[in-house]
Structures are given as C-alpha cells and as structure tokens.
C-alpha cells in the first residue's frame, strides 16, 4: 500500500476535548477505488475521526492529505469541492423542503458561487443551463436510489432508512471521488440495506472510493476489502478481513468493550 495508490493518507491526527484524547495519533491510509471499512468499539474515536478528516473539527494536530494534497484545516465545503465528501443528517430546516428540494440545494448549499452567477447580468442563460442539467442529475439520482417516487414528500416524513437514502443521494451529488460512511445503515431495514450496498458496489465499481465505518462486524467483513481498527484513538491494527477477525488485539479490544 504505497503512497501512489492511496487516495486518503491520514498522519497523525490528533484531538482532544476537554481531557478527553479522542483522536490520540491516528495514521492510515486509504487505496484509491477501495471499499475500506473502519470499526472499533464504541468511543474508540471513529466519528471524530471522520469529522477531522471532512473539516467538522479542526485538528489539534496531524495531517490529512487527499490525493495528494494537503486538506488538513479546510472547511467542509472546500473539503467537498475537492472531491472528499460525508454523509450529513437532514437539518431540520430542511424537513419542511421536499426531498426534490433538498436534493436540489445540495450542490449550491456547497459554496456561494451560483448565487453570485444569479445576479451578473448575461449569466442568467448559463445558470439556467446549470439548473436544467442538476434537475436532470437530480432525478437520475432519486432513480438510482429508487425513491422517485418520494420526490414530493417532506424530508420529514421519511423513515428511517428513507432519511438515510436521502442523505446518501445528497452526498452523491456533490460528485465526489470518495465518500465516508458513518454507520449508513442505522434503522435501516435488511431490504433497503441491501439496495444501499448494492448502490455502493455499483459506484466503487465506476471508481469511487469508500471508507465505512459500521458496527456490524459480519457486513464490513463481507463487503470490505481492507479494514482499519480504531481503539482508543489511534490504529490499533489493519489488514484483510480473514487477518483482522484473528487479531487477538483486536479480539481483546471488543472483549473489554
Ligand atoms: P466512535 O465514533 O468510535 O464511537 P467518537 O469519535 O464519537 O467515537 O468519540 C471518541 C471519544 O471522544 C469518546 O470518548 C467521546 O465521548 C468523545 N467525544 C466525541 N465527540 C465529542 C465532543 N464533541 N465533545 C466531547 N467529547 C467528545
Ligand atoms: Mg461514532
């Protein structure tokens, strides 16, 4: 796994609330193309991880280096534009929109530069180009996770699994070249997982990079192809599945859960 094939390289990473080492020395990297998958017990630093590697949190040290550049203290929506997005829960403001709409703000949501297109005068035919070409994009993708027929519906009457659907597509249309998934299939049903899987395979296949994190052991085994473990803050180990579920410190850590 040298530096070429990498996608992701986090060194170091590094965070703390309060006196609490959230993130304690975190160094991975992630294979360009790959569906990685990160477990580790509960408050083993996952989340934290992911929101210091995305912009959420600023690190107190440590970098993070996409593609071979260095993202290490930019803001989410730069991070995003870059081709590194995450998952957002629905805000609840946009409960009230349809799921069409929300779909719709997803890419302009990401910076201001469509609203400054708006209002130069000459530009008008461009943007309306642009708005023609997300709607289409829009609906292509609320096909491909098949809830077209939802288009009308408030975010806020989604379930569960439709919310996670949603917020999937969303992050789809900022056209990213990877994704991070944390724990994407929470409430979802076993049918609707299996779609969302299906949906990840299907876009790893067109080149897209995933790291998942997911508390079911059983699943990152399945579908990952390479596995990182976070105990404590930091990597406690990595390797292949069959590798990593023989891993007595892996074992251990789980155990003393
Ligand atoms: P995981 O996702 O692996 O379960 P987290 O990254 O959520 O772990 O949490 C790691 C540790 O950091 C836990 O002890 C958690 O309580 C703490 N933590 C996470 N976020 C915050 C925060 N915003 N403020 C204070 N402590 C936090
Ligand atoms: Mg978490």
């Not at 996608?7 to 170091?12: A, K, T, W, Y």
């Not at 509960?42 to 934290?48: D, H, I």
């Not at 203290?73 to 991070?79: L, P």
Request: hydrophobic share 40%; glycine share 10%; charged share 30%.
């Amino acid at each position: 796994r040298d530096e070429e094939s990498a996608s992701l390289v986090v060194e170091d990473l590094r965070k703390s609330f309060g006196g609490i080492r959230a993130v304690d020395g975190a160094s991975f990297s992630v294979e360009r193309g790959s569906l990685t998958g990160l477990i580790g017990p509960n408050g083993a630093g996952k989340s934290t991880t992911f929101n210091l590697i995305t912009g959420v949190y600023e690190p107190d040290g440590g970098r993070v280096t996409f593609e071979g550049r260095d993202l290490t203290g930019m803001r989410t929506h730069a991070i995003a534009k870059a081709g590194l997005v995450r998952t957002f829960q629905i805000a609840r403001e946009l409960e009230e929109m349809t799921v069409l709409e929300n779909l719709m703000l997803a890419p302009r949501n990401q910076s201001g530069e469509k609203l400054v297109n708006a209002v130069v005068p000459g530009l008008r035919g461009r943007v309306r180009e642009e708005e023609r070409e997300l709607r289409e994009r829009v609906w292509e993708t609320l096909e491909l996770f098949e809830i077209d027929h939802l288009a009308e519906e408030h975010a806020g009457n989604l379930s569960g699994g439709q919310r996670k659907l949603l917020e999937l597509a969303r992050a789809l249309l900022l056209d990213p070249s990877m994704m991070l998934l944390d724990e994407p299939f929470a409430g979802v049903n076993p049918t609707l997982e299996e779609k969302l899987l299906d949906r990840v395979h299907d876009l790893r296949d067109e080149g897209l990079t995933f790291l998942l994190v997911e508390h079911d052991m059983d699943l990152i085994m399945e579908h990952c192809e390479h596995v990182i473990v976070m105990h404590q803050g930091r990597v406690l180990a990595e390797g292949p599945p069959a590798a990593i579920r023989s891993n007595d410190r892996v074992i251990d850590a789980y155990l003393g859960e």
